[in-house]
């Protein structure tokens, strides 16, 4: 812990004075040396929880250990919608039973927001509050861009390099038109904060996790459908033309077709209320994957580039809901694994979790 | 006389301000509870029936502050006492029997408010009295109990003020009064957002301020021509309060699109589950339409009235 002490106050400011950045900027990269004596780190992605007042935590407490046993992760991400009109007992409750097992199984934790985590009868940062309660919780608030839950882990072997840096980066909640709500976007000066922090870290490979999907998606599951996916329903909208290139892909959408706006057309993800350059932002700096909840009955990931000549590298998608709280797929349920590796390669995994005994299963993503 | 009708006012206050509190956290969980798979609804029905107690306490003391007649009096006395006896003991053994099969971790488990099951057990517990007292004191004792205020409205104006939209009234204001109270803990510590909130914090509790006036001061006032122009001052000043702040809010959160996402979703929670601006429009209607209401459709008849007697 000393160490880990040590590098966490010695790596912002060698990071800060290695260029020309802000130096605020660093104060919201959390140095994790979880490369140190491996070769691979396992990052775990469970999502839209949805606890309420109803939740019956015992039994989820008991689903969250058959998960984390199964799936063995270093560091487990929850892209938002922990808990939907929630209490602050609620979040306290779920925050320690998460601590509990980061400890059991040596891992740690993270979090960014979803549209519904700021609903409740707390105030607007109370998270900050119940994280700074956790052991094993990684929380930070950066000041000075928009939204509440962006910062940066940055894995390293020990060294002051970060050999992956694992975004969180809010996608906040919605935008209000007159009597109705649209979903938010991850905003232009958290893409630039992102811009500015990979650069500081001389491109380091990354992942973006955040809560509201890109629209990307929609786009790479329309050319799925134009590749003849054989997806479950057969809507990967063969005919309906979407700009880039796809690899591999894997996963559907059951999540039912929504207008949402004129530029998209119909499409079964509850995008934001404009596209973002988010995705180029990240082409141009060393994106691996970009993950997301919000849709709990889709699970469609594909590799995918916005160059039609280009080479798909990043993979983009949904990560499996975690838990039955609110609307679920028992067949979609579970949490997602990334294996990093030190040579900046990755490998994803589908950890299937079901309720009951002897019901995990892990997957390779794309077979 | 008196006695009883104080302990009946003291109880309506109490009974409202309680059942604001319930249903600050009940109403958004029923409907979470209608459009989910929620797991364990079981274990949620004691708050809601606590909130129903309470809630049956309030209209219970309202309706004998109010009867019109000692037949209308005794059936209030048997439905309301009933309601409580029955209520109150079968949450008092829903409770108990959950308790033993191990459904809550302990006493204060706070899966709600910070003293749940606890409070529901209290609140049951003095149903279970409060029904008795009402059906066994009150049917004896009933008679000899002065009117206030008797409701002299027709049938229809009573089945649509006094049962539909009254009752839809005031539990929207409670609701309301309920986050209110809570603003302590829930209030955005960042005040950048003010400016558009402020005024909604108004709208939350002006509703029961005017009500409470009315209701205390107002209504029991024997002399017409000083209540006229109690009521004739108090309701102008409200409806216009309630439009100015309105149109602040309103105007302020078009400015900034973000602000009520950011700082009110404490008090408007069915907003972001729905994605729709409900809670600002229903804080504009109970401040802006029982004050206009009233000021058409009994103020201005009532001056009528007044004159007439003047010139008589």
């Known amino acids: 812990m000393t160490k880990k002490k040590l590098l966490l106050g010695l790596l912002p400011l060698l990071l800060a004075s290695c260029n020309e950045g802000p130096a605020a900027l660093s104060e919201y990269i959390v140095p994790l040396p979880l490369f140190q004596g491996k070769e691979t780190v396992n990052v775990l992605h469970i999502t839209d929880l949805h606890w309420s007042a109803g939740t019956d935590v015992i039994r989820e407490k008991d689903y969250f250990d058959s998960l984390f046993e199964g799936a063995k992760p270093d560091l487990v991400v929850t892209t938002g919608d922990n808990v939907l009109l929630g209490s602050p007992k609620l979040i306290d409750t779920q925050l320690s039973i998460l601590d509990e097992l980061a400890k059991k199984y040596d891992f740690h934790f993270m979090t960014t927001f979803g549209n519904h985590d700021r609903q409740g009868s707390f105030h607007p940062d109370y998270w900050i509050e119940a994280f700074a309660k956790t052991e094993r919780g990684i929380y930070r608030q950066l000041k000075g861009i928009y939204g509440k839950s962006n910062y940066v882990i940055a894995l390293t072997d020990g060294s002051n390099n970060p050999l992956w840096n694992v975004f969180a980066l809010d996608s906040n909640t919605y935008r209000q038109t007159g009597m109705s709500y649209e979903y938010d976007v991850i905003h232009e000066d958290q893409i630039q904060w992102y811009e500015d922090i990979e650069t500081m870290s001389n491109d380091a490979p990354n992942l973006v996790y955040c809560h509201i999907p890109l629209y990307e998606t929609e786009y790479a599951f329309r050319l799925a459908g134009e590749a003849g996916a054989k997806l479950e329903d057969n809507t990967g909208r063969p005919g309906v033309s979407a700009p880039g290139k796809i690899g591999r892909y894997s996963g559907t959408m059951d999540e039912k077709d929504v207008v949402k706006n004129e530029e998209l057309g119909p499409s079964r993800c509850a995008v934001g209320y404009e596209r973002t350059r988010m995705f180029e932002a990240m082409e141009a700096h060393e994106g691996r994957g970009v993950f997301f909840g919000h849709d709990h009955v889709n699970d469609f990931c594909a590799e995918y580039t916005l160059n039609e000549e280009g080479t798909p590298k990043i993979t983009i998608g949904y990560g499996l809901k975690t838990g039955d709280g609110l609307y679920y797929d028992a067949k979609m349920m579970g949490g997602t694994l990334a294996t990093l590796q030190k040579d900046g390669s990755v490998e994803y995994f589908r950890c299937f979790q079901g309720y009951g005994e002897n019901s995990f299963r892990k997957e390779a993503m794309f077979q | ?312």
Not at chain 2, 161 to 178: A, E, N, R
Not at chain 2, 289 to 303: D, E, S, V
């Open chain 2, 1 to 312: 006389m008196k006695k009883a009708n104080l302990i009946l006012k003291i109880m309506e206050g109490v009974a409202f301000a309680l059942s604001g509190l319930c249903l600050y956290y009940a109403f958004p969980d029923i409907v979470e509870l209608l459009f989910s798979t929620t797991p364990d609804p079981v274990s949620m029905i004691p708050y809601f029936l606590m909130t129903i107690l309470l809630l049956t306490i309030f209209f219970t003391s309202h309706a004998l502050l109010h009867n019109a007649s000692k037949t209308s009096r005794k059936v209030t006395l048997c439905l309301g006492g009933g309601l409580l006896l029955t209520l109150g003991a079968a949450n008092t053994i829903y409770l108990m029997v959950l308790a033993f099969q191990g459904g809550f971790a302990n006493l204060w488990e706070s899966r709600f408010n910070l003293l749940y099951p606890v409070d529901s057990l209290i609140v049951s517990l003095l149903s279970d009295f409060l029904g008795a007292a009402l059906i066994l004191y009150g049917w004896k004792k009933a008679d000899a109990v002065e009117f206030v205020c008797p409701s002299k409205k027709t049938m229809w104006k009573r089945i649509l003020g006094d049962y539909l939209f009254g009752p839809l009234f005031l539990m929207i204001s409670m609701f309301f009064l309920g986050a209110f109270l809570h603003l302590p803990w829930t209030i955005d510590r960042d005040p950048k957002n003010l400016g558009v909130t402020l005024p909604f914090y108004f709208l939350m509790v002006l509703p029961v301020v005017e009500v409470g006036l009315y209701e205390y001061l107002a209504r029991e006032n024997k002399d017409e021509k000083k209540t006229y122009s109690y009521m004739m001052i108090g309701v102008t000043s409200f409806l216009g309060a309630g439009i100015v702040f309105s149109i602040w809010g309103y105007f302020a959160s078009i400015n900034n699109p973000y602000a009520l996402t950011e700082s009110m979703t404490a008090y408007f929670p069915i907003d972001s589950m729905g994605s729709m601006n409900l809670g600002p429009v229903l804080l504009t209607f109970i401040n802006l339409l029982p004050g206009l209401i009233y000021l058409l459709n009994y103020l201005f008849a009532k001056k009528k009235e007044l004159t007439k007697k003047e010139n008589a």
